[in-house]
């Protein structure tokens, strides 16, 4: 029987796909990534890694690279009204830290990790094609045909719109998001936290560099709505709530803000179609409010990359990812979908309801729930 020949074209350099890629190359695979953005990110918030995506970082060999560019956050555990009253608080040695970092400085860390001929740029895939032995992305009036297709380019998935029978569609979920990061040593220290409003939740996160993360979520009925002064709007939200937030308001460079409508997609039948498997947010994108949509695509690529270690049949090989993918991904985003409809309570009573039972059920219990959600090990 010839030997297989192993290479992958991975579709989408987002920390997804770079992950992928990462992940099999060292599993001794030949990849090439083509991402749509002419230039590698530059821009960008933050986010907050859980432990289980240090883990499949760990398992992808970046989990030093992460932690270089990362500090810890207590904003998991340490929860406030906008009055400044704790509903919860971090306890220092009991509770287990974030990290939190700057997604351009992750991207960076990833794509060092890359020879500079496997990202190729300015390559927005508009096609994909079965051929006899192999599967084919068409970008422009290039092609490029492996064994195996990783699409790995988001939620609005040029891959998955075309195999995917359907195709799903995103569903809007009635939130809308800023997010932002003050210039360095403007509000400093900043320990991390969340502050739940009715209807609207804060949160920060210190970044390296004495820089600080923030963003704001709160419930909007229609999508597409924007604004000439996005600091303005977040300041009509949050304008009078505990210190320091106002002061992070002020000290974000308002061209930097970010405004983003949230969508999620109801879950799929399958995440492979033969030689293809989907990844990250093109196979499960969920809203943010348990931060894990990166997580999960960190132990996306975890997974994908141990099952094709070594595999010579690559279908059986992306059903097993998907056996052990879809279950786990799809309850964490459903979780991130049920959240916000407590969390996210514009009516007094249930906002009331809210606090008081965060107030009561206390740190343990948050700590017991987060502890399911970060357990995965590689
Ligand atoms: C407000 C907000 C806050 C969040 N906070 C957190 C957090 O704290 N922690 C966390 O873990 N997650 C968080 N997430 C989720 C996280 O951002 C996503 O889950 C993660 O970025 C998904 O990575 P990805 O690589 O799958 O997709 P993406 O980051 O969307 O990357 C997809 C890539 O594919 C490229 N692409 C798209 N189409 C094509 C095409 N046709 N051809 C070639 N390239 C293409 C895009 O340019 C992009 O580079 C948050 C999300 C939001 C919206």
């Not at 090439?32 to 398992?59: I, K, Q």
């Not at 990250?280 to 348990?290: C, E, I, N, Q, S």
């Not at 008081?356 to 970060?374: D, F, I, N, S, Y």
Request: include cysteine; glycine fraction near 12%; charged fraction near 20%.
């Amino acid at each position: 029987m010839a030997q297989q020949s192993r290479t992958a074209v991975v579709v989408g350099g987002g920390i997804g796909g770079l992950a992928a890629a990462i992940g099999l190359r060292r599993a001794g695979w030949s990849v090439t990534v083509l991402e749509r953005a002419a230039v590698p990110r530059e821009v960008g918030a933050g986010w907050s890694f859980a432990p289980n995506a240090l883990r499949a970082a760990d398992a992808l060999g970046v989990g030093d690279a992460f932690r270089a560019v990362s500090v810890p956050t207590e904003a998991g555990a340490t929860l406030r009204a906008p009055d400044g009253r704790h509903l919860m608080r971090f306890r220092p040695g009991r509770d287990t830290p974030l990290l939190a970092n700057h997604r351009a400085e992750v991207h960076r860390a990833l794509l060092d990790r890359l020879p500079d001929d496997v990202v190729r740029h300015g390559a927005e895939v508009t096609g994909v094609e079965r051929t006899g032995r192999g599967v084919t992305a068409v970008y422009g009036d290039r092609r490029v045909t492996a064994d195996v297709l990783i699409g790995a380019d988001g939620i609005r998935s040029a891959v998955r719109g075309a195999l995917w029978s359907g195709p799903p569609s995103p569903v809007y979920q009635r939130i809308r998001c800023w997010r932002g990061v003050t210039g360095p040593d403007a509000v400093w220290p900043v320990a991390g936290f969340q502050t739940w409003g009715r209807g609207a939740r804060f949160g920060a996160h210190p970044l390296p560099g004495h820089r600080v993360f923030w963003f704001l979520t709160v419930r909007a009925e229609h999508p597409g709505v924007r604004y000439d002064d996005d600091l303005a709007e977040v300041r009509r939200h949050v304008g009078d709530w505990h210190d320091p937030i106002p002061a992070l308001v002020t000290a974000t460079p308002p061209g930097s803000v970010l405004c983003h409508d949230i969508h999620d997609l109801d879950p799929l039948g399958s995440y492979v179609d033969g030689r293809v498997a989907l990844l990250g947010d093109a196979a499960h994108p969920m809203t943010p409010f348990l931060a894990q949509g990166a997580c999960q695509a960190l132990e996306d690529a975890a997974t994908l990359a141990a099952v094709l270690d070594g595999a010579g049949d690559v279908p059986a090989a992306l059903a097993s990812y998907d056996r052990a993918r879809r279950p786990r991904s799809q309850r964490v985003q459903r979780m991130a979908r049920q959240d916000p409809r407590t969390s996210l309570s514009t009516g007094a009573v249930a906002y009331g309801v809210l606090t008081r039972v965060t107030r009561l059920a206390g740190t343990r219990v948050a700590a017991r729930k987060a502890a399911r959600l970060w357990s995965w090990v590689p």
